[in-house]
């Protein structure tokens, strides 16, 4: 019903940046929150950053300063601009949406990109 479809991952050294871009498409009525997580190997995923519909935003404390979430609520697009990436940054990163979809039964709900893969080196 929702597919969200992440790009912008890659390889960088400790330092640079990269922008991630997640696009939601489907029987979207309204998006709610939208955000970004990450899991690196045998770790949990964690929460990255979140946006609201309003703009609200809300930051792992690892990434305040350096990370930036935004979206465009015309293109159902919410990005990550990442600045000054450690090694530590590097995971798969997965986007999420929580949306209110139409159909037969429309209703709410959490949906998940296949995630982009993030490598900082040293």
């Known amino acids: 019903q929702v597919q969200l479809v992440e790009s912008g991952g890659g390889l960088v050294q400790a330092g640079g940046s990269l922008r991630l871009s997640c696009a939601a498409s489907?029987?979207?009525?309204?998006?709610?929150?939208m955000g970004w997580y990450r899991q690196a190997p045998g770790k949990q995923r964690e929460l990255v950053a979140t946006i609201t519909s309003g703009g609200t935003t809300n930051y792992a404390d690892s990434v305040k300063g350096r990370f930036t979430i935004s979206r465009d609520n015309a293109k159902n697009t919410v990005y990550l601009q990442m600045n000054s990436l450690k090694p530590e940054d590097t995971a798969d990163y997965y986007c999420n949406a929580r949306v209110f979809v139409v159909g037969r039964t429309s209703t709410w709900g959490d949906y998940w990109g296949q995630g982009t893969q993030v490598t900082v080196s040293s």
């Open positions: 489907g029987r979207i009525f309204s998006i709610n929150a």
